[in-house]
């Protein structure tokens, strides 16, 4: 009796074990499909926005040549002003401000400036902007 039982319960349940089996590996090729095609649009964009956070870790340090380096790094080689202006307009901010803090007005002023052109709802880029225009 429990060997019949065991083959009834075998023979439904054979079917939707396959389905769901076949359903988890078109899903996982699907999911790997859509995770390298986005890893691949964005990849720029995230190494910018951590190279983003190193650059601001440094100016906390106060360590401005590396905090320049790394953001004027980012802007020249990843070139995220086409793919994330609002992106890029924080890194120019974060290099005005920078400039701006060890008495560079003029330059500084530039770079706010380009930060606004940018991204112009950055708001700290235009007060910065309005700021130093004064």
Request: proline share 2%; hydrophobic share 40%; with cysteine.
């Amino acid at each position: 009796m429990a060997t019949l039982y065991l083959i009834t319960l075998i023979i439904i349940l054979s079917p939707i074990t396959i389905s769901l089996t076949f359903q988890v590996v078109r899903n996982f090729w699907t999911f790997k499909q859509i995770k390298n095609t986005v890893t691949k649009n964005n990849r720029y964009i995230l190494n910018a926005t951590n190279e983003f956070n190193i650059g601001k870790l440094y100016i906390d340090q106060k360590q401005w040549s590396k905090a320049i380096t790394i953001l004027d790094n980012c802007l020249y080689f990843s070139k995220i002003e086409s793919k994330s202006p609002y992106l890029a307009a924080k890194h120019y901010n974060a290099i005005g401000f920078i400039l701006e803090t060890n008495q560079h007005r003029s330059i500084a002023r530039r770079y706010y400036e380009q930060a606004f052109r940018l991204s112009p709802e950055y708001n700290i880029a235009r007060k910065n902007f309005d700021r130093i225009r004064k």
